[in-house]
């Protein structure tokens, strides 16, 4: 099964997951692209019961991406419940996408901290391992991969298209719908201990005026800088803007570079915060939350270009 599954890897491991998935199945497009129609780009800060704050340039969880991603499609993914052991033959045939914990797997920010279900696709299943991709070929003991899946049971529960996947919309309309969506999550109302678009942002700025520990500083610059920050995502939504307007010869604007500014100002954010963790000089803080203010401007305009694109199209 991995010699015929497409193993390109990508910025992103819940894209180039599904991404993948669907080229096995017919449908090739980009990473760039489709996250650009889920809508997928924006901003949220969660803070967990320990206090610490989890930056994302993404505007939603996995969970709610596989929702937006089931949407897209006449049908909706079958779930089915299968008994593994007296499956094995069966499930080496296809491959099928699944939830998994990333409390278990070792590459995980996660790893041994924190429940967080990811989708993979499923590969291969022997008495002794577990194949299957995530950004990449991996393995697990079969075991483990008892506990990453939940099936203590012995019942696993996959994710397929019952026949060929059929888009349930023309992509010039679920562009639009993915322009509209990325706007409105930026302008959403945070609630509970979730800070969303603006508001995370400013909370972004005032998390560094008041952080004065290396311990705090550091992950907040690891955070924007990964892949799903907010450097990656918003040269991810500049490449889309320029696929678009490739697909239609549009001419003239500039929204795919004020995200590609936007990209770059927030990787020099990021490097400064670097910097800042190692030497905590006041200067360089204030240079710094200067930055981050800029940048919050540069959002709201390059968003409201967004907008202004999608009305066009």
Avoid at 41 to 64: H, S
Avoid at 91 to 115: A, C, H, Q
Avoid at 279 to 302: C, F, G, N, P, W
Wanted: hydrophobic content about 40%; some cysteine.
């Amino acid at each position: 099964m991995t010699d015929n599954f497409q193993q390109d890897t990508r910025n992103f491991c819940f894209l180039a997951n599904v991404r993948n998935y669907l080229q096995f199945h017919g449908l090739n497009v980009s990473e760039d692209w489709l996250g650009g129609i889920l809508g997928l780009v924006g901003f949220r800060i969660n803070q967990d019961v320990r206090g610490a704050d989890y930056l994302f340039g993404f505007n939603g969880d996995f969970q709610e991406l596989f929702i937006r991603f089931e949407a897209l499609f006449t049908h909706k993914l079958t779930r089915i419940d299968v008994p593994v052991i007296q499956n094995l033959e069966k499930m080496r045939r296809t491959p099928y996408l699944i939830w998994v914990n990333d409390f278990y797997l070792e590459y995980s920010p996660n790893y041994g901290v924190k429940d967080c279900g990811r989708i993979v696709v499923f590969l291969h299943l022997s008495e002794e391992r577990f194949t299957y991709y995530d950004n990449g070929i991996r393995e697990l003991d079969t075991d483990i991969f008892a506990k990453a899946a939940g099936f203590g049971d012995g019942l696993v529960t996959l994710y397929t298209f019952d026949g060929l996947p059929v888009w349930k919309e023309d992509r010039y309309l679920m562009e639009r719908r993915g322009l509209l969506g990325a706007v409105k999550h930026m302008n959403m109302t945070s609630h509970g201990d979730m800070l969303l678009g603006y508001d995370g942002l400013n909370k972004l700025c005032e998390t560094i005026r008041t952080h004065t520990g290396e311990e705090q500083i550091y992950p907040i610059y690891f955070q924007l800088q990964r892949p799903g920050g907010l450097a990656q995502s918003r040269l991810l939504m500049s490449r889309f803007i320029a696929e678009i307007k490739r697909e239609r010869d549009i001419y003239g604007d500039s929204e795919d570079e004020e995200f590609h500014d936007l990209s770059e100002q927030w990787r020099m954010i990021a490097n400064l915060l670097f910097k800042l963790s190692h030497t905590m000089e006041e200067d360089l803080r204030a240079r710094i939350i200067e930055r981050v203010m800029h940048a919050v401007q540069s959002e709201r305009k390059a968003f409201a270009g967004l907008e202004q694109l999608a009305t066009r199209l």
